[in-house]
């Protein structure tokens, strides 16, 4: 089985492997629920943003956020980066021929793009396949523009104890067969093993404060095993999350 000390390079493989049936699995491990969090994510944080705002959509993977940002019809220019040529790949397939939509080979750790690039950046269930989440977060704020947002949504271990071992035996024991089938279970074992040693969504919080971002708002979704979390990149006084 593959644990947790996947090297980069292991990681890398296991999203080339699983490219070609990611959306598929994702909707049936999360019983299509993903799309409403998304849904829900774009459509608070597009209400944040300027017309014509520059979004950049990190660990893209293949362009499920790109596609809501650019139906929010306010002429967004989305920028895609992946670390995956398979992924990338797919997602060019999915949303090509869009001019205001780029699809970028970018590394979360060391990203090609300057400082204050953009309005918004977002990674969404990719912060916690990369080596070290402290070092991609100030990556995000660093290419974000002053007053800019950085969002993040993962997948998280409930708290409570009861439902956390609901939780435990379905991502352990059904979703690698539901999402990897009979063929690639071992790559979704390695799904449950990041969401499990990942951070909890409240220090994830302190990372971002630690980022020079000020947080104004969060979203638990399903008993907290999906959270996503906006930081504004410039201090306001008594400034704080909104419920």
Wanted: with cysteine; charged share 25%; net charge positive.
């Amino acid at each position: 089985m593959i644990d947790t000390k996947c090297t980069e390079k292991d990681i890398f493989q296991i999203f080339q492997n699983i490219a070609g049936r990611y959306d598929r699995s994702n909707a049936i491990i999360s019983m299509g629920m993903h799309w409403r969090w998304k849904k829900h994510m774009v459509r608070h944080l597009a209400g944040m943003l300027p017309k014509g705002g520059h979004i950049l959509d990190l660990c893209c993977g293949t362009g499920d956020i790109c596609k809501l940002f650019l139906k929010e019809k306010k002429g967004f220019t989305i920028t895609g980066g992946d670390f995956s040529p398979n992924m990338l790949a797919l997602a060019r397939k999915k949303l090509g021929g869009n001019r205001t939509l780029h699809l970028i080979h970018a590394d979360a750790m060391c990203l090609p793009w300057a400082e204050e690039t953009f309005d918004a950046v977002v990674i969404s269930f990719g912060l916690r396949n990369t080596p070290n989440w402290r070092h991609v977060i100030k990556e995000m704020v660093r290419v974000t523009k002053n007053g800019g947002i950085v969002c993040i949504m993962d997948a998280h271990y409930p708290d409570h104890p009861l439902i956390k071992r609901v939780f435990s035996l379905y991502f352990a024991r059904i979703m690698p067969l539901l999402g990897g089938g009979s063929q690639r279970q071992e790559e979704y074992h390695w799904l449950d093993l990041s969401a499990r040693e990942f951070a909890h969504w409240k220090e994830l919080m302190g990372m971002m404060k630690e980022a020079g971002l000020v947080h104004r708002r969060y979203k638990r979704f399903l008993f907290g095993s999906c959270v996503y979390q906006l930081g504004e990149k410039r201090y306001l006084p008594h400034s704080g999350f909104l419920c």
